[in-house]
């Protein structure tokens, strides 16, 4: 199965979605078992307020007919049934992935091609200063690089946006390979956006300077398949990286007799 096909990306972030639900569920066992789970006004108080966001959503779909007000509805309804019998700490374990469940596998393909062009904007930029650092004469409008005469533009394709799902499930696996806690493993995972943004622009680098040598034949085929798995590769390589910047779990020490 081709990393960038269409049922490749759908599967991942589905793994992605079953992986964290997974990560979350255990968390919320794991507190009523210690007895921590106990539901008080607070909790309370909150699951009223995501009830009537929920309706209010059902109302503004019912005017606007989108269907992302359904969506924003069944998951403010389920943080509310979960926030009043498991309490706020557990709704808030599970608002993410029911979020990527409800709301972004639906809208996959939108979302991907709003992404598409701010991740394309940004390598370019980014790639276009390099490649004048090295001496390269080239420039870029938007999102086209102009060099010696020929136009390339970077499309969806080039943007890494086909392998924004299998990165996103591999780096979630990647993150809990640290022993930390659970706001430094958030840190560390949201540092893959520099990482994604530094990889795309070496791939553009590499392209730009592969295409002065082979000209379009870089941009199809084999050479292409290969920098998107290299953009890959770097961009996982730059996580695990980051992963040595944010501080692990302390064990206790024994005591000494």
């Known amino acids: ?3 960038g096909s269409e049922i490749a990306g759908a599967l ?4 992605l979605v079953a992986g964290m639900m997974v990560q979350a569920i255990g968390r919320v066992i794991s507190n009523g078992a210690g007895g921590v789970s106990a539901v008080d006004a607070g909790d309370r108080a909150l699951s009223w307020v995501l009830i009537a966001g929920a309706v209010l959503a059902i109302a503004l779909g019912t005017r606007w007919g989108h269907p992302v007000w359904r969506g924003l509805a069944a998951w403010a309804l389920l943080l509310g049934v979960v926030c009043r019998s498991r309490g706020r700490q557990a709704a808030g374990w599970i608002a993410v992935p029911c979020f990527l469940g409800i709301l972004v596998v639906p ?8 992404l598409s062009y701010p ?3 940004s390598a370019t930029w980014l790639s276009v200063r390099v490649l004048g650092l090295v001496g390269v004469e080239v420039s870029h409008t938007l999102t086209t690089i102009h060099l010696s005469g020929l136009d390339m533009a970077i499309t969806d394709a080039c943007s890494g946006i086909r392998q924004l799902e299998a990165i996103l499930l591999i780096a979630f696996v990647l ?9 430094w493993k958030v840190f560390h ?4 956006l520099p990482a994604i943004i530094a990889a795309n622009a070496i791939r553009l680098f590499a392209t730009v300077l592969l295409f002065k040598s082979i000209g379009d034949g870089v941009l199809v085929g084999h050479w ?4 998107g798995l290299l953009q890959v ?3 996982i390589a730059f996580l695990f990286l980051a992963g040595f910047a944010f501080p692990e779990s302390s064990t206790p020490k024994e005591p000494q007799r």
């Open 107 to 114: 809208f996959r393909e939108q979302l991907l091609l709003a």
């Open 119 to 121: 991740l394309r904007l």
């Open 233 to 235: 590769i770097l961009c």
């Open 175 to 183: 993150v809990q390979l640290f022993p930390r806690r659970l706001l």
């Open 224 to 227: 292409h398949n290969g920098l």
């Open 1 to 3: 199965m081709h990393i």
């Open 12 to 15: 991942c972030l589905l793994l």
């Open 189 to 192: 995972f949201f540092s893959l």
